[in-house]
Structures are given as C-alpha cells and as structure tokens.
C-alpha cells in the first residue's frame, strides 16, 4: 500500500511517500495512524492534536473508522488552506 | 474542460472573456478571483507555494462543479487554481458561473469558493523576510464552508 | 474614477485586469457582469437600448458605492454601465469589489447589483422580431435588494 | 420649473421635456402628477395605476407628499430596469 503526506506533515515525516506491506491487523485508518507512529515519533505527535492530520483513502477525504481492505493509497495532510 | 490545475502564472481576465465569448443565453456572470497578498499578518509575503494532491485535487473540484449545478440552473461553471511558486499581486484562483438568474450565478460563486476552500486538497507556504511557513487553516473558513451544508 | 456611465461598448475584462493590477493589499476580487441575452419570455432578442437619466444616475451610483464601503472593509470598487443601443453577447454592466476578505468582496458584489437594479434610473428598451417593448420591473428584483434594508 | 419623462412614459406623454411655470396651489409631487394628468391624459392614466409611476425631485427618489418648494427639475419615469 503506498502512503503520502503532504505540506507539513511531509516535512515532518521526512518523506513525500512510502511503500508499506499493510499487517493484518491494521484494518482502518485509525489504526494506520497508530502504526505508523510507530515508525515515524513526529507523525504520531501530530496525530496526538486533535483535528491537525487530516487523512484521504483512494483519494477521498476518510474519517478514522474508514476500513482498508482493498484500499491502494492512503494520504495524510494537515487541514486545507487553498483559494 | 471547466476545472483545471495550473502550475504556471494563467490569466483570470483572458479566461473570463473566453468563458463570456459569444454566450447570450445566460445573462449573468459571477466571479471570483483570489490574488496573493503581499502581507499576512503583518509579515511582508515575498512568494508563495500551492501544494496539492494531484489526482485529488481535481476529483474534489469536479465534485465541487457537479454539486454546484445540482443546486443552482448554472448554463456554466468555471474553475482554474494555480499550483507551485507565485509573487504577490498573482492570481492564485478564478472561479466563475454563468447562468439566466442573478441570485443563482452569485450564490453558486459564493458556493464554490467555500466549499474549494475546505474540501480541495491545497496548501500554503508562505515565504516572509524570517523564513517560511505554513499558512494555518481557518475557522472563519469552516463556517463559510458549513452555511452551505444541508 | 470608480463609477461610469459608458455610451459605447467596454471591456469589461480590460477593466477588471486594470483593477487588480498591482494589487497586492486585497487578495479578494468579486465581479458580476450582465449581458444582453439573446432571448426573453420565449422571444427573440435583435437588440437592446438602455436609456438613463443623466445626472441622477451617476449620483445613485456614487451613493451605492458609499453604501457599499460604509457596511464592507472594501479597498476598491468599480462599476461601470453602458447606455445606448447594444446587441446580444455584449456586456451590459459590471460590479466588481476588492477586498482582503472573500465574504465581503463577495457580499459587497451583490449588494451593488441588486441595489443598482432597483435605484439606479436605468430602463431596458428591448427589440424583437415582433416588436419594440419596454423590460418589465421584476418583483424580485424588489424582493432582492430589499433584504439588504436595514 | 423644468418637467422630464423617461422611457415609455416619455412615448405616452409625446415628449421628453416640457418648462412649466408651477401654479402656486401645485405644492407637492403628487399635486403635480395631478396637474401634469389634466394636460396630458396618457400620463394621467398611467399614474392612475399603482407603482407605475415613479418621481424624482432634483435627482433624488420621491414620493407624492414631497414638497416642491425649491425645486428645479421633476422627472417622472416607470419602475427601473438596469443592470
């Protein structure tokens, strides 16, 4: 599964993107987010402010409780600032 | 095509007269035009970079047209957003809507933009005489956004 | 100049291009612009002549500009009507608003129109193949600017 | 004092313009339309249907109760229609 982050997010990260081998257990975007925290310390202290990373699946905006399966790419961003 | 991402400088006044030319079925024509500023909260701006999603960026702004004409008898619709490095005093985004009704060009303008605002995935960097940063999302932006839910 | 009253065609482009050149302190630009449609009631529309009262018109005009930045933080505005005989696909009249803030560029911009459709002293003289006939005043042309009394 | 018509109420009336010398009992709009009907018949039944008519006093909006004391120019015109 590929992942993205943008803006800010991306700086924080270190990376624009990321192949993963998504583990069974990380069935919603909720539990990507706990995942990849792991990994990434500075993306789990964004997710830790409410409302700050926002998430998209397959190009549409997902809350956290939005399942994976079948899911091709996940984006994480900070809240739009664009007009 | 009616919803396009551009990364180089576009013309706001030379899209408008391309989308007015020859049009005499629909009498009125709403716009909207976002420009850079040269200041921000009273840092003097130097440039400022659009980032965005390329694939989601242009799915939100279709939907955004499609939503606009289910609610509004719009003849046309209009939505051109600049990405990547600008200066101040550059258009950044055109928005436009064309219909037979007044009230029904001006509300769908109004529309578009809140609804690009909250819903299309793009972001700022500002660049200020003390470094960058990132342009904060805001409130007054969510509850333009929300006036329009239904 | 802010407000005129043209005998001949403008370009309406032209002037919204002249608007914003430059402008770095108001990144928001609202326009409306009328054109003569080609067809009213189910009618044929071969030309259209906008008679006015010269004197009276500019002043109502001044005075909706005055209204205008008395109730919006607006740094510019521009409205420019033609009079005279024009032909269908030709610009009628344009509003546009400049303003650091998009909701009062926006809200200023449709104040202006419906305003000046109600109390500046202009009257449509259409021309079908059937006809001359004078443009009707719309109830809702009333209804609109009345919600912006107060 | 200096009477102007505008758009068809100009056609009715035959001319867009006319000097009247104002009778001293002629003290506001609406003794005027009053006056001008006696003259000009058109007119007279054009201002007998409601909101038709509409009058400005020295380029400002007016209603019938308007004094005329003052005044150099009346114009009389239907319901506007620009923009």
New interface residues.
């Given amino acids: 599964m590929r992942i ?1 982050y ?3 997010l991306k700086q924080r990260v270190g990376r624009g993107e990321e192949e993963i081998e998504l583990p069974a257990e990380v069935r919603t975007v909720g539990d990507l987010k706990a995942w990849l925290g792991a990994r990434h310390p500075r993306f789990a202290e964004a997710c830790a402010a409410t409302g700050v990373v926002k998430a ?1 699946v397959d ?3 997902a809350e956290d409780d939005r399942p994976l399966a079948g899911a091709r790419e996940v ?1 994480f ?7 | 095509m009616t919803v396009r991402v551009v990364d180089g400088p576009f013309d706001p006044w030379a899209e408008l007269a391309a989308f007015c030319r020859g049009r005499t079925e629909a009498g009125a024509v709403a716009s909207f035009t976002g420009l850079v500023r040269g200041e921000h909260g009273g840092e003097r701006i130097l440039a400022m970079t659009l980032e965005h999603y390329p694939g989601m960026t242009e799915r939100q702004l279709a939907r955004l047209e499609t939503e606009a004409r289910a609610r509004w008898p719009l003849a046309d619709v209009l939505v051109v957003h600049r990405v990547g490095r600008m200066l101040p005093g550059e258009p950044i985004v055109l928005v436009a809507t064309a219909s037979a009704h007044r009230a029904a060009a001006l509300e769908a303008c109004a529309f578009l933009i809140d609804w690009l605002k909250t819903k299309a995935p793009f972001w700022k960097l500002e660049e200020t005489p003390s470094g960058e940063r990132w342009v904060q999302a805001r409130s007054e932006d969510e509850r333009a956004a929300a006036r329009w839910e239904r």
């Fill in positions: 993205r943008f803006a800010w998209a190009h549409e905006f984006a961003f900070p809240p739009v600032t664009g007009g």
